[in-house]
C-alpha cells in the first residue's frame, strides 16, 4: 500500500492493463503530445492533465494515438475499434467537449449493442476532466455526469480517491460495456492510499464512508471530501452520519443508499452539477418513491445553482458546494421534522 | 470487364438480390404490415455491390439509413433481414433496429445508422484495428451526397489521412438529400473537397456495375497497400422515394422511368454479359427466378414470424449490470 | 375558436409571427425543400413534418432557409444570427439530432449572455420532433427534454395540445431567451381548439386539466392525453386527480405542482422519458425536499424503462407508458401509505 | 505598402497595444492573481490587425480560445478587458466570462470561445444577419491550425458556400495545436482544403503586417460585393506557450527567440516604415510610450478593481425567467 496522487492511479491503471492486454490502445488529442513540433521530442505532453505520460515510449505510436482536434472523430474511432475487436481508451480532454461528440456517445455507443439485436459489444473507455476548481469558467468546467447517467447502455464512474480511479478504471477498461470515466480535476493532485496490485472495483456499489446514526450523507467526487469534512465536524457534536460515496452514477447502488435512510431517516444529497434532473434530483427522487416510509425529514439536495460555472474565484467559490453548505444542510435534515 | 463468368453471376445475383427485396418492400409497405421508416436502395445496386465485391472476410464496411443494398452486399441474410424489417423476435437484430439499423457483427457489417454522417468515424476507427491486425483488411464506410455534408464525415477523412488508415470512403451520390438537390447542398464538388484532405479519388459512373468494380478495385489496392484511406465516388439516382411514402413533389415525373429505360444497373450487366457471351439470357433468368422465390420465402415467412416480448425489451441494455 | 391540428397550428404560429417581425427566420434541412430537384417545384416538403409547409412561397428565400445536413452548424447559423440581431427558427427535425448539434446547444447559445457579462440576447427558437409512436427506433424517438431542461440559460417547451403549441411558439418566438422547443410527433396530427387572433401562453406556469381530491398527476406532453384518459376513466369510480400539463420543463412550475400535492398529498408523476435524472425524477425529488410534510404516501414516477427505444410495433407499444400504466400508478399510491 | 501615415500609425498602435498586453500579462501571470486559462497572442498581432484594419463598425468577428489580440484589434476597451482577465466585477464580462470569453457586442465582437471550431458556424450565422440587413456588413471569424480540423469548421465553411453569405475565414496557423506541430494534425493543407468548398484563399506572411492587410483587402473585397465567403490564411508563430505555464517541450528553445530577432511583426513594421519615410523612429517611440502607460495604468486598475458578489453569479442566466 503507497500513498499516490490520482493521477499518478489512473496513469499507472493505464500502463498495467495495457500491458496486460495487447487489444488496450489510448487516444486523444495530445495523450503524448509533440508529433510535428521542433524540439523532436515526442511525449511532450502525455495529457494535457499528465495522466498519459509515459505511455507512448512503452507502447508506441499504434497504442498511443495522438489525433487532430475533432472529437467526433475521437469518439467515433474508439467506438469503431471497440466493435472491431479492440479496447480502446479514448480521452475526450475537458468534460465540456461531450457537446462537440454527444451523437457518438448518445446515439451511438450507448446504443450498439441494444439496436443491433445484442450481437455488438463496445468496450471503450471515454475519458474526461470534469469540474470546478480551475477558474477555468463556463465551459470547461461542467459535471455533466448527470446528463450521461441518464442515457441507458452506458455506465458513469465518478471515483472521489486515488484507489478507486485506479481500480474503477481498471473495471472500466475490462469491463464490455461503454464506460464514461469522470476524474475530478481538483482530484489529480490530491494523495491517497492505494493498495498494491492488481485492484479492480466492481461497478453499482458505493462505499459507506463512514457510519452514523443520524443523517444519510450521499456525495459524488470531489464532493465527497467536502462532505467529509462536514460529517467529521458534524462528529465532534455528536452528530454523526453514513457517508456514502456513489462511485458510479450508472447503475446506481440504490440499495446502499435505501439500507442506510432505513436507518437514519435523513437524507443530504451532495452534488457539484446544477439542479435540474440531476443526480440529486434522482436520489431524492428515489426517497420520495423507494425510500418514503424511512424518510423523517425533507431530503435536502446541496447543489450548484441553475447558473452557467462563473469565472472569478469569489464567483466559482460561491458556485461550487462546499462543506459549509453542507453542514447546513445536515443540521437542516435534523430540525426540520 | 476482365471478370470471369462465376464472378459476374455473383455479382448479378447479388444485384437482383437487391433489386428484388426493394421492390418487394415498396409493394408490401403500403399493406401496413411494416412499420417505422424505410429507405430502399433500388437503383444504386451496382455501387453496393461493386464496391462489397471486391472484399474480403476480415473488411468491415458501415452503411447508412439506406442500408438494405450495403447488407446484401455484404452478404448478411436475407431472410434474417426481412425478419428483422417486419419487426420480428428473429430478426437479425430481434425486432429492436428495424429497417435503419440492421447490422451484422459476424459479417463485418457494422450496422446501418440512422444518424446522418456518424458512420464515418466508427468506420475509421474499425480501420485502426485493420492496421493494428496488420492483415491487410480494410474499413469502409459509405457515405450519401446529403451526408458528404455533416462535418464528422470531414473529421473522418482528415482522421484517416493523419493516421494512414487502410479506409475507403464510398461517397454515393444519388441526387437528392431527403427532397433537396444534391447540389444544393454541397459547397465546391464532392471529389475536389475529398482530394483537398490528401485523399485519391476514383469516379464511377453507379449504374454501371463494371465501372464501380474496377474504380473499387483501384481504391482498396490503394488502402491494403498501406497507403492510406482512398476513395470511390458513384453517380446514380434512387427509383424509390426518400422513404416509403414520399411523394416526391421535388422530382419530375418521368425522371425515374428515364433511368430505369436506359441505364439501369441489372439492364446494362445483362445487356453487356449477353452481347460479350459471358452468360447466356437463360442463366440470368434463372438467377432472377431463383432471387424472386427467395423473396417470396424471405417475406412470407417475415409476415408470420414471432413477435418480440417484453424479454426483448430488456435485455441487451448492458452485458453485465 | 376554431378545431386544428397541431401541425397547423404550429404552422400559423410561424405565419403570424414571421408576418409581424420581418427579424423572424426559419431555418433547417428541408424546411421548404425542393431546391436543386427536377421538378423545379420549391416548398416540395415544407418540413419532414409539413410544419413549415407554404412559408416560402410567402416569405422567400431570405427568410426561409435550407440548409445542408450539417445540424452543428444550422444550430450555429441561429445563434449568430439571434446575436446579429435576428429572430431564427431553427428546425432540428428530429430531437436525437441535439445528438450532433449539443455543443451549439449546450456549450454556446445556453451560456452567451451570462458568459458575457450580460449583453448578449440570444433569442433563438430550436425546433424538434421527439418522441416514439412512429417505430422509428432507438436514433429517432428520444424524449429528451430532460437533459435540455438540466442546461442553465435555455427554456424548454412540451406543449400538449395545440393551442399550447401555438400560444408557446408565438412565445417562443418573441422571447429574448433560446428556447428549446419539442414537438410531439404522435401529436402532430391531433386536433383541438385553438382560440382565433393572437394567442401567448406564458412560460413557467402548467395547466390544471382536471380537478381532484385524490391524487396529483403531472404529465408532459403526449403523455398528458394518456393521463386524461386515465384519470378520467379513475373519475367514472369517483376517485379524482388534478392533471397537471407541465407546458414547460424550464422554467418549471413548482408551485402550482406543490400547491397541488399539498391538497392530494398523493403525487404520480408521468414523462415518456428514461427513468435515471429524468423530469419525474425531478418532480419526485421536488415531492422529497419542498413537498415532503404533504406527502401522504410514496411518489411513482411513470417513465420509460432504462432502454433504447426498440423498433417493432408490439416493444415500442411496451416501451411507451400507456393509460393502463398511468392508471395503476395513481391506484398504487392510493392504496400505499 | 501605400497606406498613409494615419492608417499605419494606428495600426502599429493596435499591434503594439496587443504586444504590451500580452508581454505584462505573462510577467503577472505567474505573480498567482490572474486566474484560469490564459491564452496570450504575442506573435501574431499582424494577423489580428492586419484583417481587423479593413472592417467596418457594423461588422462582426468572432474569435478564439486566443482572444485577446482579435478582441483589441476589433477596438474592445482594453481596460475592461483586464479587469476581465482579473475577474473583476466591472470587467468586459463582470468577471464571469474570463480570458477565454471577453465578448463586447457593441463592438461587434461576437466573443472569444473555449470551444475551439465553436465560433465558425456561430459567424456564419452573423453573416445571415448583414446578408438580410444588405449594407454590404461582412462577418469573420479567427481559426487557428488546430481548430481547422474540427467538423464544425467545415460544415461553416460549406454554408457559407451553400448560402453565398459575406464571410470571412481566417485561418491562422501558428505552428503549434497545443503540444502538437500544425503538420501533424492536418490532412492535406489548409489551403487546398479550404478551396476544395470553392473558397477563394489568400495567402499572406502572417508576421507581416502589410502582407496580411493586403490579403484581408482582397478576401474582404469578395465578401462585400455579395461573391459569397472567402478566407485568408496566415502562417505565423505564437511566442509564449499554449497556455501560460506550458512548458513547451514540444518545442526547440531557440524557436521563439529567431523568430523575435528577424521576422518580428512589429519590428518588421517599424523598419519598413522609418525606411520609407513615413513615420519616424520618434514617433513610434511615442506610441510605444503611450501604451506601456496605458497598459500599467489597466493592470493597476484591474489589480484593485472590485470583487464581483453573488448578485453577479446569479443574474443574466436569463433575461427572463
Ligand atoms: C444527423 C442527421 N440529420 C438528418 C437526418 C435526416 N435524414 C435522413 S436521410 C437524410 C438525407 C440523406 O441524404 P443522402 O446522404 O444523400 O442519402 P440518401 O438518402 O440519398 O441515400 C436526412 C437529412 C438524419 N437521419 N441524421
Ligand atoms: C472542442 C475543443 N477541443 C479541444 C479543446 C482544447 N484546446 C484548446 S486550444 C487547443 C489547440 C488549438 O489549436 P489552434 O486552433 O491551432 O489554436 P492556437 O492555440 O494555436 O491559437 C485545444 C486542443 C477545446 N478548447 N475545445
Ligand atoms: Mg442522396
Ligand atoms: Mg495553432
Known amino acids: 500500500m503507497g500513498e499516490m496522487t490520482m493521477r499518478d492511479a489512473l496513469n499507472a491503471a493505464l500502463k498495467e492493463e495495457m500491458e496486460r492486454d495487447d487489444s488496450v490502445i489510448v487516444m486523444g488529442e495530445d495523450v503524448s503530445g509533440g508529433a510535428g513540433g521542433t524540439s523532436g521530442k515526442r511525449d511532450a505532453a502525455g495529457g494535457i492533465f499528465g495522466v498519459t505520460k509515459g505511455l507512448l515510449p512503452q507502447f508506441g505510436e499504434d497504442r498511443v494515438i495522438d489525433t487532430p482536434i475533432s472529437e467526433s472523430a475521437i469518439v467515433g474511432l474508439a467506438n469503431g475499434a471497440a466493435l472491431a475487436g479492440m479496447r480502446p481508451v479514448a480521452e475526450l480532454m475537458f468534460a465540456d467537449f461531450v457537446g462537440v461528440s454527444f451523437d457518438q456517445i448518445f446515439n451511438q455507443m450507448a446504443k450498439f449493442r441494444y439496436m443491433f439485436g445484442g450481437k455488438a459489444k463496445t468496450p471503450v473507455v471515454l475519458r474526461m476532466a470534469m469540474g470546478a476548481g480551475m477558474n477555468a469558467a463556463a465551459q470547461h468546467s461542467q459535471t455533466i455526469y448527470p446528463i450521461l447517467s441518464s442515457v441507458p447502455g452506458l455506465k458513469v464512474c465518478v471515483p472521489s480517491s486515488p484507489a478507486d480511479a485506479k481500480g474503477m478504471l481498471k473495471q472500466a477498461i475490462r469491463d464490455d460495456d461503454p464506460v464514461v470515466f469522470f476524474e475530478h480535476k481538483a482530484l489529480y493532485a490530491r494523495k491517497g492510499p492505494v493498495p498494491d496490485g492488481d485492484i479492480v472495483v466492481p461497478f453499482g456499489e458505493a462505499a459507506l464512508l463512514r457510519e452514523g446514526r443520524d443523517v444519510t450523507v450521499v456525495a459524488i467526487a470531489r464532493m465527497v471530501q467536502f462532505a467529509a469534512k462536514a460529517v467529521d465536524k458534524l462528529a465532534e457534536e455528536g452528530i454523526t452520519c453514513d457517508l456514502i460515496d456513489m462511485r458510479t452514477t450508472s447503475p446506481i447502488d440504490e440499495e446502499t443508499i435505501l439500507e442506510s435512510l432505513s436507518q437514519t431517516g435523513r437524507l443530504v444529497v451532495v452534488d457539484e452539477s446544477n439542479p435540474i434532473c440531476s443526480i440529486a434530483s434522482e436520489i431524492a427522487g428515489l426517497a420520495a418513491s423507494e425510500g418514503y416510509h424511512d424518510l423523517m425529514a425533507p431530503v435536502q439536495k446541496v447543489t450548484a445553482p441553475h447558473t452557467p460555472v462563473p469565472f472569478a474565484r469569489e464567483l466559482e467559490r460561491m458556485y461550487v458546494p462546499g462543506p459549509a453548505n453542507i453542514e447546513a444542510a445536515i443540521r437542516s435534515v435534523l430540525e426540520n421534522e | ?321
Not at chain 2, 4 to 16: A, K, L, T, V
Not at chain 2, 106 to 121: C, D, E, F, R, S
Not at chain 2, 200 to 208: I, K
Not at chain 2, 263 to 271: C, N, P, S, T, Y
Open chain 2, 1 to 321: 470487364m476482365q471478370q470471369n463468368p462465376d464472378q459476374i453471376r455473383r455479382s448479378y445475383r447479388q444485384m437482383r438480390l437487391i433489386r428484388e427485396f426493394e421492390e418487394r418492400l415498396h409493394i408490401e409497405n403500403p399493406k401496413g404490415e411494416i412499420a417505422g421508416f424505410t429507405h430502399l436502395y433500388s437503383g444504386q445496386e451496382a455501387i453496393a455491390v461493386g464496391v462489397c465485391e471486391n472484399l474480403r472476410e476480415h473488411d468491415y464496411i458501415i452503411s447508412t439509413h439506406r442500408g438494405h443494398g450495403h447488407c446484401l452486399a455484404r452478404g448478411c441474410d436475407p431472410k434474417g433481414m426481412m425478419h428483422e424489417i417486419y419487426g420480428r423476435a428473429d430478426g437479425l437484430c430481434k425486432g429492436r433496429g428495424g429497417s435503419m439499423h440492421i447490422a451484422d457483427l459476424t459479417k463485418g457489417m457494422l450496422g446501418a445508422n440512422g444518424i446522418v454522417g456518424a458512420g464515418q468515424p466508427i468506420a475509421v476507427g474499425a480501420a485502426v484495428a485493420c492496421k493494428a491486425r496488420g492483415d491487410g483488411s480494410i474499413s469502409v464506410s459509405f457515405t450519401g451526397d446529403g451526408a458528404s455534408n455533416q462535418g464528422t464525415v470531414f473529421e473522418a477523412m482528415n482522421m484517416a489521412v493523419v493516421l494512414k488508415l487502410p479506409k475507403l470512403f464510398v461517397l454515393e451520390d444519388n441526387g437528392y438529400s431527403e427532397h433537396t438537390g444534391s447540389s444544393y447542398g454541397i459547397g465546391g464538388d464532392l471529389k475536389t473537397r475529398t482530394e483537398g484532405f490528401g485523399i485519391p479519388v476514383w469516379e464511377a459512373d453507379g449504374f454501371d456495375y463494371f465501372s464501380v468494380y474496377e474504380a473499387a478495385e483501384k481504391a482498396v489496392a490503394h488502402c491494403r497497400a498501406g497507403e492510406g484511406p482512398s476513395a470511390v465516388l458513384a453517380t446514380a439516382t434512387r427509383y424509390f422515394g426518400h422513404f416509403e411514402g414520399d411523394p416526391q413533389h421535388y422530382r419530375h415525373k418521368d425522371e425515374v422511368a428515364n433511368f430505369r429505360e436506359t441505364v439501369d444497373a441489372l439492364k446494362q450487366v445483362r445487356e453487356k454479359v449477353t452481347e460479350a457471351g459471358i452468360l447466356s439470357s437463360g442463366e440470368l433468368d434463372e438467377i432472377d427466378a431463383e432471387v424472386l422465390s427467395l423473396i417470396d420465402d424471405c417475406v412470407e415467412s417475415a409476415r408470420t414470424g414471432p413477435a418480440p416480448g417484453a424479454d426483448i425489451m430488456m435485455s441487451d441494455v448492458y452485458i453485465e449490470y
